[in-house]
């Protein structure tokens, strides 16, 4: 698949934007920090396709739940570039070919939090690939995960790329459709928006209280839906930058599924065990419409 290479500029444009609003978000740590218009799908999937594993209706994977098992995956190097990256691959039950999941990590690192998630994405019917951008490395206070988020952000390129040979690795497989989307959280979210700018063609884009991009010239690019699940309480990322982003997109002519989670602060879905009679309500119907969106955008 040939890069999009006329819209690189767009991309460290786009880089430029979230590096600010990343430093915003940063004294609240995506890690740590304790419904309005739903239309579409309900989120199920339709009962002929559901895989073995999908959770049923209403029920939340247990891995933002704080409760999920052993890792079942196995770490894969998909960078040539950078022999340093590990990223984690899991697999679906069955025969396929299924579509695919990029995701990318929060500002401390590929995580075991992500690789249950790409677990639980697996199970869903689709093979999760969880991309490390940090060369290996994992971060364990504030200040580590901001010296290794900066550093990431000072080579944008790198990033892209590295993103690109995750897609390129996936529809490399016998068992990949070739349809890919990718899904991040807080760092992983804006980096996320960046590459559906100036990344390789790609289905679909996740992205959970990520940084945003508000100019509309920039996000024309895009050439998919997106989906955005955002919290009323982030400071880093408050409603009105959200608003903004979603006229944007409107003027961009680009689709999207938007929402503002009422009460809930930065952070709150990749970790619902930490406060699960504040969080859970909020998070499962995030994760309806994620699965909705990624349905509608990968499987039909």
Do not use: K
């Not at 070739?178 to 979210?189: D, E, L």
């Amino acid at each position: 698949m040939t890069a999009r290479t006329d819209t690189r500029m767009w991309a460290r444009a786009g880089f430029r934007a979230l590096s600010g609003f990343l430093m915003m978000v940063v004294s609240g740590a995506c890690a740590d920090r304790p419904p309005g218009d739903t239309d579409g799908l309900d989120g199920a999937l339709p009962a002929g396709a559901l895989p073995a594993g999908a959770l049923p209706a209403g029920a939340l994977p247990a891995a933002i739940m704080g409760t999920a098992g052993s890792l079942t995956g196995e770490t894969v190097s998909y960078f040539a570039d950078n022999e340093a990256a590990q990223g984690y691959l899991a697999l679906p039950e069955g025969v396929g070919p299924f579509p695919a999941v990029i995701l990318i990590h929060e500002w401390n690192g590929l995580v075991d939090r992500v690789r249950e998630m790409a677990d639980a994405m697996a199970a869903e019917g689709y093979v999760a690939l969880a991309a490390d951008l940090y060369s290996a490395r994992t971060g364990t206070n504030q200040e580590e995960n901001v010296a290794l988020m900066r550093e990431t952000q000072a080579s944008p390129e790198r990033v892209i790329a590295n993103l690109d040979a995750a897609a390129r690795y996936l529809r490399s497989r016998d068992d990949v459709t070739g349809r890919i989307a990718t899904m991040g959280w807080c760092f992983g979210g804006g980096i996320a928006l960046s590459y559906a700018i100036g990344g390789e063609r790609h289905e679909g884009t996740a992205i959970f209280y990520g940084s945003l991009v508000t100019d509309p010239e920039i996000l024309a690019s895009i050439d998919h839906e997106i989906y955005g699940t955002f919290a009323e309480m982030d400071s880093g990322i408050p409603p009105a930058t959200v608003n903004e982003f979603v006229e944007a997109l409107r003027s961009a002519g680009v689709e999207n599924d938007v929402h503002i989670y009422d009460e809930v602060n930065h952070g709150f879905w990749l970790r619902v065990g930490q406060d699960p009679a504040l969080r859970e309500e909020p998070a499962r119907d995030a994760w309806r419409r994620v699965r909705a969106y990624l349905q509608r955008t990968l499987m039909d």
